[in-house]
């Protein structure tokens, strides 16, 4: 058995209204969707985000599209306006729900979702750090 965090298995996509946030994930396979609803229940969910979700967590099964949609209660700290956190909207949630780790089997564990070709920023980033290199005065 191996650990992965979600984010080598699965899309996702959030959102928020008000205090409620959500956060779908998603399989590309059979196998991986098989392994999500085994492994990603409500209750792993919740403890994943601690003191940062005070309601209920609900899951949502979407089998058809090889999703699960999880709909958090108290997740953002009063809503856009009443939070005191620094980004409270819904769609930083997703990115923190794919960092947990689950448990899989070794035949899956060499898997790694694509992930896009940003080398081109190479060269751009390296300008922009000697642009920002102190200059010495005399």
């Known amino acids: ?15 928020d209204k008000g205090d409620v946030a959500n956060v779908a994930i998603f399989a590309d396979d059979d196998e991986t969707y098989a392994l999500i609803v085994r492994e990603v229940t409500a209750a792993r969910v919740k403890e994943h ?28 700290g009063g809503g856009g306006p009443r939070t005191l956190r ?5 769609k930083t949630l997703g990115g923190a729900l794919v960092r947990l780790e689950i448990d899989v089997p070794d035949s899956m564990a060499d898997r790694r979702r ?25």
């Open 86 to 90: 620094a980004d409270g909207l819904g």
């Open 114 to 138: 694509a992930r896009p070709d940003v080398s081109w920023a190479d060269e751009i980033l390296g300008e922009a750090r000697t642009s920002l290199e102190p200059v010495s005065e005399p």
């Open 1 to 15: 058995m191996a650990r992965l965090a979600l984010r080598e298995l699965c899309g996702y996509r959030a959102g």
């Open 49 to 76: 985000f601690g003191a940062m979700v005070l309601g209920r967590v609900d899951r949502y099964q979407a089998a058809n599209v090889r999703a699960l949609n999880f709909v958090m209660q108290g997740a953002l």
